[in-house]
């Protein structure tokens, strides 16, 4: 349930609704913007009488909200959310690319490619430390090796360093050393893991899950922002379908159906989607256009060698003509490139 005060209330009348609401049983969050007032209800409702308050002289309306995601919701908080990343913005307008490889394999490796994609306007640099593998025999990861390695490609470049944390056993030195979180499809719904990262102050990417709804994507958002952490950013990585062409089905519509009901900014990760470089970029452009707020793209300096996901990868020129383009398709829609 919404309670939207009108315009100009007093303070004062604002807590006594907020106490009353209290103690009814109800968790209150309060969201101000510039004209209007919002106090959110969490919690069972089915108890409160949504015309007693409306009968309250400084209250707008009252909205009951049908979905299961409550801090999540538009209604919660109509303006879009900003998640700032050391100065760089995603949402509100504002796009942000995310570029390099799925795996840190060297240190001349990561330094070389995070140097190119800067040079060719990525905001961050995306690298796997600790990899999630299908294969127990497959290329885990650098592991803590590899988080030391990218802080060095962060010194050179200056990139925020976004990374994907698989056990709730790294937060520590995730929360020291990374700028962006990264919550990886598989634990999409690793309610415990998502708690955790709650608890922190970095922002957190939430992709989602192989097979998972986009109520059940905003829903595990929802679990970070319980705990606390309101900079979640949704990431659409596609999704399973009986098409066996591309490595997944890359759920488009899903964008608008979240700018819809979510304020959180959304981004879109056409790499993983499709398994095949030559179709990156397509998608990377319908993605902004559809209204993404940005894009995470796997590049490496050779695909052919890469110990992970060297089909899908851009080479760093590849990765500059998409760049390009993209910034075409954001100027159509009056939006701005975070550098």
């Given at each position: 349930m919404v309670i ?7 303070r ?9 609401m209290?103690s ?6 309060e969201?101000e913007?510039?004209?209007y007032n919002?106090?959110?209800l969490?919690?069972?409702?089915s108890?409160i ?6 009968a ?6 009252v909205?009951n909200i049908?979905?299961p ?5 538009k209604l919660?908080k109509p303006?879009?959310?900003i998640v700032?990343?050391?100065?760089k913005?995603i949402?509100?307008g504002?796009?942000?690319?995310i570029a390099g490889?799925?795996?840190?394999e060297?240190?001349e490796?990561i330094?070389?490619?995070a140097?190119?994609v800067?040079?060719?306007?990525a905001?961050?640099l995306?690298g ?6 299908t ?5 885990q990861?650098?592991r803590e ?6 802080l060095?490609a962060?010194?050179?470049?200056g990139?925020p360093i976004?990374t994907?944390?698989m ?10 050393n990374v ?7 598989r634990?999409m719904?690793n309610?415990?893991?998502l708690k ?6 970095k922002?957190?990417l ?10 059940e ?6 679990y ?5 952490n ?9 999704i399973r379908t ?5 490595r997944?089905t ?5 964008i ?6 979510s ?9 993983h989607a ?5 179709m990156v970029?397509?998608?990377?452009k319908a993605?902004?256009?559809v ?7 796997e590049?490496?300096?050779d695909?052919?060698?890469?110990l992970c996901?060297?089909p ?7 990765f ?7 910034r ?12």
């Amino acid at each position: 349930m919404v309670i939207v005060m009108k315009p100009g209330t007093a303070r004062k009348d604002i807590e006594k609704i907020k106490e009353k609401m209290e103690s009814l049983g109800c968790a209150v969050h309060e969201v101000e913007g510039e004209s209007y007032n919002i106090i959110g209800l969490i919690g069972d409702t089915s108890n409160i009488d949504s015309d007693i308050i409306q009968a309250d002289r400084n209250v707008e309306k009252v909205v009951n909200i049908q979905e299961p995601f409550k801090k999540a919701h538009k209604l919660f908080k109509p303006e879009d959310t900003i998640v700032n990343v050391n100065g760089k913005k995603i949402g509100g307008g504002n796009i942000a690319v995310i570029a390099g490889p799925c795996s840190v394999e060297s240190r001349e490796q990561i330094i070389d490619i995070a140097v190119k994609v800067k040079e060719s306007g990525a905001a961050m640099l995306r690298g796997g430390a600790f990899k999630p593998r299908t294969s127990p025999y497959s290329f885990q990861g650098l592991r803590e090796e590899g988080l030391e390695l990218l802080l060095e490609a962060k010194k050179v470049t200056g990139l925020p360093i976004v990374t994907e944390i698989m056990s709730a056993h790294h937060i520590d030195i995730f929360e020291e050393n990374v700028d962006v979180i990264q919550i990886g499809a598989r634990n999409m719904q690793n309610f415990e893991l998502l708690k955790a990262v709650g608890k922190t102050s970095k922002p957190i990417l939430l992709k989602r899950g192989l097979s998972s709804s986009v109520e059940e994507l905003i829903m595990s958002a929802e679990y970070i922002m319980a705990e606390g952490n309101n900079d979640v950013i949704l990431c659409e990585r596609g999704i399973r379908t009986f098409e066996t062409y591309t490595r997944n089905t890359l759920d488009l519509s899903a964008i608008p159906v979240i700018k819809r009901l979510s304020h959180l900014p959304v981004i879109v990760d056409p790499s993983h989607a499709t398994g095949h470089y030559w179709m990156v970029e397509a998608l990377a452009k319908a993605a902004i256009a559809v209204g993404a707020d940005g894009l995470i793209i796997e590049v490496h300096n050779d695909p052919e060698n890469a110990l992970c996901d060297g089909p899908q990868s851009l080479k760093p020129e590849k990765f500059k003509h998409l760049m390009d383009s993209v910034r075409q398709i954001a100027s159509i829609e009056n939006k701005n490139i975070t550098i």
